[in-house]
């Protein structure tokens, strides 16, 4: 009780505190994805590829797992208009995700719910641009991102 007392009164702590609740920059979350995104569609994470180190080839669920929770956050930002691109990206991704990845279920592995990704960016969307603004953007992404029944 006394650490958590201490913890409220330390500036510093409060500061730290207020930094990790806001938003990340979305113009970097944008860069992250589309590097991500680009080394994974040309097949680096699959084959010995250099310009992705081996480490990084086994532990692609963790990065896919953070850029797509770190694109998700930034939808929260005050501009969320750059937030937008990064979480379309994260979506056209897990939507062809089984070739490129080492496993049996791409999105399982790096706990992904396209459902609610898809959900939050189109809530977004529908919140900032409008009716006439999400009818205009949503309906190209359904029939993209729309797969047949397996």
Same mark, same amino acid.
């Given at each position: 009780?006394?650490?958590? #007392?201490?913890?409220?009164?330390?500036?510093?702590?409060?500061k730290?505190?207020?930094?990790?609740?806001?938003?990340?920059?979305?113009?970097?979350?944008?860069? /992250?994805? @589309?590097?991500?995104?680009?080394?994974t569609?040309?097949?680096?994470n699959?084959?010995?590829?250099?310009?992705?180190s081996?480490?990084?080839?086994?532990?692609?669920?963790?990065?896919?797992?953070?850029?797509?929770?770190?694109?998700?956050?930034?939808?929260?930002?005050?501009?969320s208009?750059? !937030?937008?691109?990064?979480? /379309?990206?994260? #979506?056209?991704?897990?939507?062809?995700?089984?070739?490129?990845?080492r496993?049996?279920?791409?999105?399982? !592995? !790096?706990?992904?719910?396209l459902?609610?990704?898809?959900?939050?960016? @189109?809530?977004?969307?529908?919140?900032?641009?409008?009716?006439?603004?999400?009818?205009?953007?949503?309906?190209?992404?359904?029939?993209? @991102? /729309?797969?047949?029944?397996?």
């Amino acid at each position: 009780m006394r650490e958590r #007392i201490e913890g409220e009164l330390d500036p510093r702590e409060r500061k730290r505190r207020n930094k990790a609740a806001a938003p990340p920059d979305p113009d970097l979350v944008l860069m /992250e994805v @589309w590097d991500f995104v680009e080394l994974t569609e040309s097949g680096a994470n699959i084959a010995g590829d250099r310009r992705m180190s081996r480490t990084e080839r086994t532990k692609w669920r963790v990065t896919f797992r953070r850029l797509a929770t770190e694109a998700q956050l930034a939808l929260h930002a005050t501009d969320s208009g750059p !937030a937008e691109e990064p979480m /379309e990206l994260m #979506i056209d991704l897990a939507c062809h995700a089984d070739g490129c990845f080492r496993s049996d279920d791409p999105l399982e !592995a !790096a706990k992904f719910v396209l459902s609610q990704a898809v959900s939050a960016w @189109w809530d977004t969307v529908l919140d900032v641009g409008g009716a006439a603004e999400f009818t205009a953007r949503a309906v190209p992404q359904l029939m993209r @991102w /729309e797969r047949e029944y397996e």
